[in-house]
């Protein structure tokens, strides 16, 4: 699976957009970008997903590079429950079969949403 | 659907001991998973299972053990406790196909003294 790489840290004061970048440069064309976050010492949640477009739910924006090596996971207007740390992981598309449908988490950055 | 569902969610074991890690899901998943976590670090898979009867090692599979009887419930055991044990253990569950969201329990805190 490609590696990701992304900040540590992050900060962001309440209300304003929280912009997180992830860094996918050896993503194959069968790969998508999942986005998770962790609340403190709960299990992951699962926000959003894309594979080349442009994605957004209720929760999240999620904006693909064109080539596809870089994306930026955008809460619009953060408030503080949304401190938490968020994990950007490449996964190949599952397939009947296949055995790519682990998740891979690195560290993630935490984002602090500041009042 | 009360999604994934781990028990006990606090124990503390002494080295040596043995356990099981109950896990249950009742969104019909295939797939399910167990990843523990370390203070400060992201998760690691031990073991999955694509279907009951279906196991597999992730990356840390070594000092834990899996079965796999029913589509509902993924049980991870220790059977010999070690302090290096000592961690939040989370389990997951996911349909096959491209494009599915994994669910996660609310994990398991295990301190192994």
């Known amino acids: 699976d490609a590696k990701t790489t992304q900040p540590p840290s992050m900060d962001c004061a309440e209300g304003r957009a929280a912009n997180l970048p992830c860094n996918h440069s050896t993503i194959s064309g069968n790969e998508y970008v999942y986005w998770y976050r962790q609340i403190h010492s709960q299990g992951p949640q699962y926000i959003i997903h894309g594979l080349k477009n442009n994605e957004t739910n209720e929760m999240a924006s999620l904006i693909i590079t064109e080539d596809r090596k870089s994306s930026t996971l955008i809460l619009p207007h953060a408030t503080l429950r949304d401190t938490a740390v968020y994990y950007c992981?490449?996964?190949?598309?599952?397939?009947?079969?296949?055995?790519?449908?682990?998740?891979?988490f690195g560290k993630g950055t935490l984002l602090t949403v500041n009042p | 659907n009360a999604g994934v569902t781990q028990t006990p969610k606090f124990r503390i074991l002494k080295i040596g001991q043995s356990m099981t890690l109950q896990c249950t899901q009742d969104?019909?998943?295939?797939?399910m998973y167990w990843y523990r976590q370390d203070p400060g670090m992201g998760l690691k898979l031990i073991y999955y299972s694509v279907g009951a009867g279906i196991t597999d090692k992730g990356e840390v599979p070594n000092g834990y053990n899996v079965s796999r009887s029913t589509t509902e419930d993924f049980p991870l055991r220790l059977e010999l406790a070690a302090p290096s044990q000592t961690s939040v253990y989370f389990c997951?569950?996911?349909?096959?196909?491209?494009?599915?969201?994994?669910?996660f329990g609310q994990g398991t805190r295990l301190t192994v003294v």
């Open positions: 997951a569950s996911s349909f096959p196909g491209g494009q599915t969201e994994a669910f």
């Open positions: 969104m019909n998943h295939n797939y």
């Open positions: 992981i490449v996964r190949p598309e599952l397939r009947s079969g296949g055995s790519n449908y682990k998740l891979t």
